[in-house]
């Protein structure tokens, strides 16, 4: 069974700190993924991986970078934390060219 | 940009009907279409996909299709049971930057009633 994990379940932040979010797969998958998700938004793509030290672009990388120095480990980092930050954030991970994606639990963040 | 809409944001049927939930896309074309399920507080789980060139999948009591002339997915559950219950998201792919991509609809909230 694939498995992804994320640091926390819940997490509580002031505005302005730096934030990192931890995700982790047991699957040797290629490619990484974060999400957020916002109700009446839907899930939407902020970063993905498709390789050690790789990044890309998603819909909405405004705000947020991302780390993956092991293959195994995607972070997520807000550097100055905002409150239009808060929402639930969902990390995936899928074989390199393959078409479904494994979900985290989610983090649910709030910046107060 | 990419726009995908589900039919409507929550759907009541009664146990042992079948559900039907939509997905429609505009302005591109997947190279294939997913759909997940959500329960509340967890991540997406991969339920099915389907590919441009197949009109139709199943697995145990879901089917899926896809017109790709209509750009359009239809999700089916029948002999719905109240544990059918959750949030479905349809996703249609495209081929990106070393990875197929996913975009999500915003997902249809079923409620089977006992």
């Known amino acids: 069974d694939v498995k992804v994990t994320q640091s926390s379940r819940y997490l509580v932040k002031r505005t302005g700190e730096k934030v990192f979010l931890e995700c982790v797969q047991d699957?040797?998958?290629?490619?990484m993924f974060w999400y957020r998700q916002d109700p009446g938004l839907g899930l939407r793509l902020i970063y993905f991986?498709?390789?050690?030290?790789?990044?890309e672009k998603g819909d909405i990388p405004e705000g947020y970078s991302v780390s993956r120095e092991k293959k195994e480990r995607f972070s997520l980092i807000l550097e100055s934390a905002s409150t239009n930050q808060t929402s639930m954030y969902l990390c995936a991970s899928a074989l390199a060219g393959a078409l479904e994606q494994y979900f985290g639990p989610g983090t649910r963040l709030t910046v107060t | 940009s990419q726009k995908i809409e589900q039919n409507s944001e929550a759907l009541n049927i009664q146990e042992g009907k079948t559900a039907t939930l939509t997905c429609n896309y505009t302005?591109?074309?997947?190279?294939?279409l997913q759909w997940y399920r959500q329960d509340p507080g967890r991540g997406p789980v991969f339920l099915l996909l389907?590919?441009?060139?197949?009109k139709e999948k199943r697995k145990e009591r879901l089917k899926v299709t896809f017109d790709t002339t209509l750009k359009q997915s239809l999700f089916h559950i029948t002999a719905s049971q109240p544990a059918d219950s959750a949030t479905y998201l349809c996703?249609?792919?495209?081929?990106?930057?070393?990875?197929?991509?996913?975009?999500f609809g915003k997902g249809t909230k079923l409620s089977v009633i006992p």
């Open positions: 991986s498709y390789d050690v030290k790789m990044k």
């Open positions: 699957m040797d998958h290629e490619n």
């Open positions: 996703a249609p792919a495209y081929s990106g930057a070393g990875s197929y991509q996913l975009t």
């Open positions: 389907i590919r441009e060139n197949e």
């Open positions: 302005n591109y074309s997947p190279a294939y």
